[in-house]
């Protein structure tokens, strides 16, 4: 056993006693002391305040204070230092009770020898000091935690301390805001998520106002107020999910820019080298054969040239118009429009110029027939949907153009009787360069419903079709009168 040196008080005003304990401590082995004797409590803290003692003998029983009362009258002021009670026969209970009050040891006065104090010195000591250790090791745990829980508080992330139950024990305050909820509510309701240790998950929040956020939770396991549990991060990335959302339309919308690019630039290629060939060959004729024409063979090489640049210019404006509408730079201005006459005289237009063997056939019914619309895009409307009534009619016939105002809206029909579009390319027909496939040699770019649903879309209204292959189409456009 290893030898231990201890510098011992003793309080005692018994010197019978106090010679007794004195012989004893020098017998014991394994044990150096330096004792010091106190008769009196007051002798033994005015030594206690000049040095410092590994260990104190109380006899309960002073002068000036007896039984318990010593015991706390002392431990109160120095508490560090362990104790062990001397007592009577008599007095084994109160001796006892100071030891359930934190008294290491007591001896019977009398009852024990030179072996049993060394024991119970060296364990008294060694109690102490580990009793110390341990209470040392609390501090800096409480410390620690009392540290780690201020970061956690602080933390910009979310922090949220749950137990192996899933039940929350703790909340910061950026826990509190990404959850819509006060701490108060949190604390002991179940978190509601699944979690995995050490694994990232992606959660969408949906808070108590209805808002939503996208959060990124990771957790980990540790200790809580000396308890095992697991510490929840909830950062928000709504900010950065936006962002990617945000890059990944505008990397959609650069595609499908750069798919337009390409379908204008073959578009434009084809449409062109048909009224360029009539523009050069009629020019060379003019320029070649020019005194042997005779007036209406020139007048007719100049009309040639006249309705190509026509073609040509309706081409460029609608290739113009759809870039626009792509990149949602179209101007709409509405104004108060009277519907019924604007349509009429648009539908009589069209009209002039047609073979006999086309009929556009205008009626309408209802009354308010003013709208608040832009009467640019109106035009485009009308124009192109009664265009395509009359070319994919190679046969001729009627075209009916139908206009009904209601107290809230206008609703306008164009049919015809024409070849009709087959249903596998109905749902395509309004997206930009897209025909039906069964136009055959009729001449087009596959433009005008595009800008035609542009131009509903603008007015908030919108257009749905009818056909049937052979039979014919109906066109139903419906615009609200007012915004």
Not at 142 to 154: G, H, M
Not at 327 to 338: A, T
Not at 389 to 398: H, L, Q, R
Request: hydrophobic share 40%.
């Amino acid at each position: 056993m290893e030898n231990i040196s201890a510098k011992i008080l003793l309080i005692e005003d018994d010197q019978d006693d106090a010679f007794l304990l004195k012989r004893l401590l020098q017998k014991a082995q394994y044990l150096t002391v330096d004792i010091e004797q106190a008769e009196t409590l007051q002798q033994a803290i005015n030594y206690l305040r000049q040095q410092s003692y590994d260990i104190i003998l109380l006899d309960l029983f002073l002068p000036e204070t007896q039984g318990l009362d010593t015991f706390f009258s002392l431990s109160s002021h120095y508490p560090d230092i362990p104790i062990i009670v001397l007592s009577g026969l008599a007095d084994q209970d109160i001796a006892l009770a100071a030891v359930q009050a934190g008294a290491q040891d007591y001896l019977v006065k009398g009852q024990f020898d030179s072996h049993l104090l060394s024991r119970s010195i060296r364990y008294g000591i060694e109690r102490q000091h580990l009793s110390l250790r341990l209470k040392q090791q609390n501090q800096e745990l409480q410390a620690k935690e009392a540290q780690l829980r201020t970061i956690i508080s602080q933390n910009a992330d979310g922090m949220v301390m749950i137990n192996p139950q899933g039940i929350v024990v703790f909340a910061n305050p950026a826990a509190e805001s990404l959850l819509g909820c006060p701490a108060n509510q949190l604390n002991a309701a179940v978190l509601g998520f699944p979690f995995t240790h050490q694994e990232t998950t992606e959660l969408t929040i949906q808070q108590p106002s209805g808002d939503s956020v996208i959060v990124e939770m990771r957790l980990v396991q540790m200790n809580w107020n000396s308890e095992s549990a697991y510490l929840a991060s909830l950062r928000d990335i709504t900010p950065r999910k936006q962002a990617e959302e945000s890059l990944r339309r505008a990397l959609d919308t650069e595609k499908h820019l750069n798919q337009l690019k390409s379908q204008i630039i073959s578009v434009v290629s084809h449409e062109y080298r048909t009224p360029l060939t009539v523009i050069l060959s009629s020019a060379e004729m003019l320029s070649r054969y020019r005194q042997r024409l005779s007036d209406v063979k020139q007048e007719q090489h100049l009309g040639r040239i006249k309705s190509a640049v026509e073609h040509l210019t309706a081409l460029v404006d609608d290739v113009l118009f759809i870039s626009k509408a792509e990149l949602n730079k179209l101007e709409f201005k509405p104004e108060p429009i009277e519907i019924i006459p604007f349509t009429q005289e648009l539908v009589s237009q069209v009209q002039v110029g047609q073979e006999d063997n086309y009929r556009l056939v205008f009626s309408n019914q209802g009354n308010g027939n003013q709208l608040n619309g832009d009467a640019k895009l109106l035009r485009q409307i009308i124009t192109n949907l009664v265009s395509n009534a009359i070319k994919y009619s190679p046969d001729g016939g009627n075209v009916g153009v139908h206009l009904t105002c209601e107290d809230s809206q206008i609703i306008l029909q164009v049919s015809d009787s024409g070849i009709g579009i087959p249903p596998e390319d109905q749902a395509r027909l309004f997206q930009s360069f897209n025909r039906a496939s069964n136009v055959g040699a009729i001449s087009g770019t596959g433009l005008g419903l595009s800008i035609v649903k542009k131009c509903v879309e603008l007015h908030r209204g919108e257009i749905t079709l009818t056909s049937a292959v052979g039979v014919g189409t109906t066109f139903t456009v419906t615009l609200p009168k007012g915004f």
